[in-house]
């Protein structure tokens, strides 16, 4: 499980994770980034899927 993860998107806009499970289902062929995560507002897991072709970096707190 990582604990954090943050998306720097092209445009400029960043995106901030907590609590990450599952994140090693990378479909690179297709592009996607996929995994669950704890909404810090709410307080559900959820599941996310990102495009790759959106995103100029990511980083994550192992």
Do not use: C, H, R
């Amino acid at each position: 499980m990582y604990k954090e993860l943050t998306v720097f998107l092209k445009n400029g806009n960043t995106l901030k994770f907590e609590n990450i499970t599952g994140l090693d289902t990378f479909d690179l062929p297709k592009g996607i980034l996929k995994f669950y995560y704890v909404s810090t507002s709410t307080g559900k897991k959820k599941y996310a899927k990102l495009y790759t072709n959106n995103i100029a970096m990511f980083s994550y707190e192992v």
